[in-house]
C-alpha cells in the first residue's frame, strides 16, 4: 500500500500510505509504534524503547530529530513510516546548497498537508542557509502555535570530507543520536514488519497521556549542571533544550535520571562541539550523574 512520488516541481520524494496505516493518538500508542518499527530494522527492544521515547519526546517540542552514525538513514526511515501516515516526504540534500528556495518551496506548497519531512544529508550543505524556512518553524514552535505543528521533523547526518563537522548550525535545533552506540539483535533474530502510523491529533502537543505535574525541580538540576559544566549555549539554545527536557519528563515510563543524561549527552554535548564549549567536562558530569544513581540503585 506504499505508493512513492517525486514532485516534478520541487526537490521532495513523497512516501504515501493510502490503508492499513493505524492511527495514533497516545504516547504510549506512538511510543510503541516507533519502538517495533526500530525493532524491525535491528534494535534491541529496550534500545528501541529508549529511542522511541526520545523521538516522541522532540516531536513533542516541536524540534528536529537527528541521526549519525552508519545505521542513521535506516533508523530515520523507520520513524517516519511509523509516524509519517498517509504521506510524507524525504529530501535527498545536495553538497553546496547555496539557495533557501527549495525550502520556502516546500513550506509553502507541501507542508501543511505532509506528516513528517526526513531531511538525508543534512550536513552536507549550509542548514542555516538551505534550511532557513525550515528553522524558523522550529523556532516559531518554541514560542506560538503554528500551522505546521503536526509535522515531524527527522534529519540524518552524512559522514566524509563533504559534510559540515558536527552537523553545524543543526545541533542547535534537537538532540543527535549516533546509531553506532544502539544496540542490535543478533543475526539470527527473527524480525517483526515495518508498519506505518498515523498521527490522530491536529499538533504533536495534544497527544493524550503526557504527564502534567510540575517539572520545575527537573529544569533547575538540569540548570544547575550546566552551571557547573560552564556552559552557556545561548538563548534559543537554552530554551529548546528545556523545552526538549519537559516533553521527555512528561512522557510515561520513563527513567528521570537517563532523561538528564539524554539532555545532557544528545543534546548539550553536541551544541558544545559547535560552540567550542567544555565538552569533556559535560561528558564527565553525565557519567557521574549516571554513575550516581545507579549506585544509589545497588546499594
Same mark, same amino acid.
Given at each position: 500500500?506504499?505508493?512513492?512520488?517525486?514532485?516534478?516541481?520541487?526537490?521532495?520524494?513523497?512516501?504515501?500510505?493510502?490503508?492499513?496505516?493505524?492511527?495514533?493518538?497516545?504516547?504510549?500508542?506512538?511510543?510503541?509504534?516507533?519502538?517495533?518499527?526500530?525493532?524491525?530494522?535491528?534494535?534491541?527492544?529496550?534500545?528501541?524503547?529508549?529511542?522511541?521515547?526520545?523521538?516522541?519526546?522532540?516531536?513533542?517540542?516541536?524540534?528536529?530529530?537527528?541521526?549519525?552514525?552508519?545505521?542513521?538513514?535506516?533508523?530515520?526511515?523507520?520513524?517516519?513510516?511509523?509516524?509519517?501516515?498517509?504521506?510524507?516526504?524525504?529530501?535527498? +540534500?545536495?553538497?553546496?546548497?547555496?539557495?533557501?528556495?527549495?525550502?520556502?518551496?516546500?513550506?509553502?506548497?507541501?507542508?501543511?498537508?505532509?506528516?513528517?519531512?526526513?531531511?538525508?544529508?543534512?550536513?552536507?550543505?549550509?542548514?542555516?542557509?538551505?534550511?532557513?524556512?525550515?528553522?524558523?518553524? +522550529? +523556532?516559531?514552535?518554541?514560542?506560538?502555535?503554528?500551522?505546521?505543528?503536526?509535522?515531524?521533523?527527522?534529519?540524518?547526518?552524512?559522514?566524509?570530507?563533504?559534510?559540515?563537522?558536527?552537523?553545524?548550525?543543526?545541533?542547535?535545533?534537537?538532540?543527535?543520536?549516533?546509531?553506532?552506540?544502539?544496540?542490535?539483535?543478533?543475526?539470527?533474530?527473527?524480525?517483526?514488519?515495518?508498519?506505518?502510523?498515523?498521527?490522530?491529533?491536529?499538533?504533536?502537543?495534544?497527544?493524550?497521556?503526557?504527564?502534567?505535574?510540575?517539572?520545575?525541580?527537573?529544569?533547575?538540576?538540569?540548570?544547575?549542571?550546566?552551571?557547573?559544566?560552564?556552559?552557556?549555549?545561548?538563548?534559543?539554545?537554552?530554551?529548546?533544550?528545556?523545552?526538549?527536557?519537559?516533553?521527555?519528563?512528561?512522557?510515561?515510563?520513563?527513567?528521570?535520571?537517563?532523561?538528564?543524561?539524554?539532555?545532557?549527552?544528545?543534546?548539550?554535548?553536541?551544541?558544545?562541539?559547535?560552540?567550542?564549549?567544555?565538552?569533556?567536562?559535560?561528558?564527565?558530569?553525565?557519567?557521574?550523574?549516571?554513575?550516581?544513581?545507579?549506585?544509589?540503585?545497588?546499594?
Amino acid at each position: 500500500s506504499e505508493v512513492s512520488v517525486t514532485n516534478r516541481f520541487t526537490k521532495f520524494h513523497e512516501i504515501a500510505h493510502y490503508e492499513n496505516y493505524e492511527y495514533l493518538s497516545s504516547s504510549e500508542d506512538i511510543s510503541n509504534r516507533i519502538s517495533l518499527n526500530l525493532q524491525a530494522v535491528g534494535l534491541t527492544k529496550n534500545s528501541a524503547e529508549k529511542l522511541a521515547r526520545l523521538t516522541l519526546a522532540t516531536f513533542v517540542s516541536g524540534q528536529i530529530i537527528q541521526f549519525s552514525g552508519s545505521l542513521a538513514d535506516i533508523i530515520a526511515d523507520a520513524i517516519a513510516i511509523a509516524i509519517g501516515a498517509p504521506r510524507y516526504h524525504i529530501w535527498r +540534500v545536495p553538497v553546496g546548497i547555496i539557495s533557501d528556495m527549495d525550502a520556502f518551496d516546500f513550506i509553502e506548497t507541501i507542508a501543511e498537508s505532509s506528516r513528517c519531512l526526513l531531511l538525508k544529508g543534512a550536513n552536507l550543505s549550509a542548514f542555516e542557509i538551505y534550511g532557513a524556512a525550515i528553522r524558523d518553524i +522550529v +523556532v516559531q514552535r518554541q514560542i506560538h502555535p503554528t500551522n505546521y505543528d503536526h509535522l515531524a521533523l527527522i534529519a540524518t547526518w552524512k559522514q566524509g570530507p563533504a559534510t559540515f563537522p558536527d552537523g553545524g548550525m543543526l545541533a542547535e535545533l534537537g538532540p543527535v543520536i549516533d546509531t553506532d552506540t544502539l544496540k542490535m539483535r543478533g543475526l539470527s533474530a527473527t524480525l517483526p514488519q515495518l508498519k506505518p502510523g498515523c498521527l490522530a491529533k491536529d499538533k504533536w502537543t495534544n497527544i493524550d497521556g503526557l504527564h502534567l505535574d510540575s517539572v520545575d525541580d527537573y529544569v533547575d538540576e538540569l540548570r544547575a549542571l550546566l552551571d557547573e559544566a560552564g556552559f552557556d549555549g545561548g538563548t534559543l539554545w537554552k530554551r529548546m533544550i528545556h523545552i526538549f527536557y519537559t516533553s521527555l519528563i512528561r512522557i510515561p515510563n520513563g527513567n528521570y535520571i537517563y532523561d538528564l543524561y539524554s539532555v545532557l549527552s544528545f543534546y548539550t554535548l553536541t551544541w558544545a562541539k559547535i560552540k567550542g564549549g567544555p565538552v569533556q567536562k559535560i561528558e564527565d558530569i553525565a557519567n557521574r550523574e549516571l554513575k550516581n544513581y545507579s549506585a544509589k540503585i545497588s546499594s
